[in-house]
């Protein structure tokens, strides 16, 4: 996991969420439209047809989002943005939290404290005209752009609202979490909190430590991830698997590394191709240690 350093792209970031907040404010009942503490904002929000707000030739928010996590889902290190429909725009602080929680989030990171505030707060003041709107320093969080990351579906649906500290946005995150020789992510950090968003997250479910397992041994072996990539049969998919477990025949390995090249009628991609996803670890185990520290 990794901090999501947003202050780069603020500019970019914040005229996007400006310029939709100008749109839906109207002047006459002073009110926006839709109302910000409802989910229909942000599926305006997202689907609004923006003026350029962009330096690096972002065609739209999704797309800078997308560019400052590298493509990388912000839980989990997967690579999305390969389709469409593998991630979806994950609200640090949830859609719907309570007002009272934003104290909570915000005591994580001085990014929402000073940028964003709950959609009620920002909601109940009075604006005169929308260029007061665009004026204030604090933005709603159901359109900051400082509250939205990039996170894959999987991600994304298991947190759901949960309540959980603001990991991406949390400077030291790479520090609090490390991940293990057997594929474990896990941290010793003495805030419950931290330990408590690995289950909420489902961050160790058995397929995730499987292919952070296989990463690893990648990462000591002479392999490299272009060379990974362009292992594309079946045989050369065994061939590579042996060789990592020191296995003279394929049927020897464990059946959970079978699964990554099965043959038949099982001949599914589903494990390869979740592999394939998470090459950060790849980079990960070449540069850390056991105990997570950099190398």
Same mark, same amino acid.
């Given at each position: 996991?990794?901090?999501?350093?947003?202050?780069? %792209?603020i500019? =970019?970031?914040?005229g996007?969420?400006?310029?939709?907040?100008?749109?839906?404010?109207?002047?006459?009942?002073?009110r #926006?439209?839709?109302?910000l503490?409802? !989910?229909?904002?942000?599926n305006?929000?997202?689907?609004?047809?923006?003026?350029?707000?962009?330096?690096?030739? @972002? +065609?739209d928010?999704?797309?800078?989002?997308?560019?400052?996590?590298?493509?990388?889902?912000?839980?989990?290190m997967?690579?999305?943005?390969? =389709?469409?429909?593998?991630?979806?725009i994950?609200?640090?602080?949830?859609? %719907?939290?309570?007002? @009272?929680? #934003?104290?909570?989030?915000?005591?994580?990171?001085n990014?929402?404290t000073?940028?964003?505030?709950h959609?009620?707060? #920002?909601?109940?003041?009075?604006?005169? $005209?929308?260029?007061e709107?665009?004026?204030q320093t604090?933005?709603?969080?159901?359109?900051?752009?400082?509250n939205?990351?990039?996170?894959?579906? @999987?991600?994304?649906?298991?947190?759901?609202?949960?309540?959980?500290?603001?990991?991406?946005?949390i400077?030291?995150?790479?520090?609090?979490?490390?991940?293990?020789p057997?594929?474990?992510?896990v941290?010793? %950090?003495? =805030?419950? !909190?931290?330990?408590?968003a690995?289950?909420?997250?489902?961050?160790n479910k058995?397929?995730?430590?499987?292919?952070r397992?296989? /990463?690893?041994?990648?990462?000591a072996? +002479?392999?490299?991830?272009?060379?990974?990539?362009?292992?594309?049969?079946?045989? @050369?998919k065994?061939? *590579?698997?042996?060789?990592?477990?020191?296995k $003279?025949?394929?049927?020897? &390995?464990?059946?959970?590394?079978? %699964?990554?090249?099965?043959?038949?009628?099982?001949?599914?991609t589903?494990? /390869?191709?979740l *592999? &394939?996803?998470? $090459? /950060?670890?790849?980079?990960?185990?070449?540069?850390?240690?056991?105990?997570?520290?950099?190398l």
């Amino acid at each position: 996991m990794i901090y999501i350093d947003k202050q780069p %792209n603020i500019v =970019d970031g914040e005229g996007y969420t400006r310029d939709y907040l100008e749109s839906s404010f109207d002047e006459v009942s002073h009110r #926006f439209l839709p109302s910000l503490q409802n !989910e229909e904002s942000f599926n305006c929000f997202r689907n609004h047809r923006y003026i350029s707000h962009s330096q690096h030739n @972002d +065609p739209d928010f999704k797309s800078l989002l997308l560019r400052e996590q590298c493509g990388h889902c912000c839980y989990c290190m997967r690579r999305i943005g390969i =389709d469409a429909n593998d991630w979806n725009i994950e609200h640090v602080v949830p859609k %719907n939290s309570p007002i @009272d929680d #934003f104290r909570y989030y915000a005591s994580y990171s001085n990014l929402l404290t000073y940028h964003v505030c709950h959609s009620i707060t #920002f909601e109940e003041k009075y604006y005169h $005209d929308k260029q007061e709107v665009v004026r204030q320093t604090k933005l709603p969080h159901m359109v900051a752009y400082e509250n939205l990351v990039a996170s894959c579906v @999987d991600c994304n649906n298991t947190r759901g609202s949960e309540k959980i500290p603001p990991l991406p946005l949390i400077r030291t995150v790479d520090s609090i979490y490390f991940y293990s020789p057997a594929g474990m992510i896990v941290t010793e %950090n003495a =805030d419950q !909190e931290y330990g408590k968003a690995i289950g909420k997250l489902n961050l160790n479910k058995e397929d995730l430590k499987l292919v952070r397992l296989l /990463w690893k041994k990648v990462a000591a072996s +002479p392999y490299d991830v272009q060379q990974i990539e362009s292992i594309k049969t079946l045989t @050369d998919k065994q061939n *590579f698997l042996c060789i990592i477990f020191s296995k $003279d025949s394929f049927s020897s &390995l464990l059946p959970r590394w079978q %699964n990554f090249a099965p043959y038949g009628y099982s001949s599914s991609t589903y494990y /390869w191709d979740l *592999f &394939l996803r998470f $090459d /950060w670890f790849y980079y990960y185990y070449k540069h850390h240690d056991k105990d997570g520290n950099r190398l």
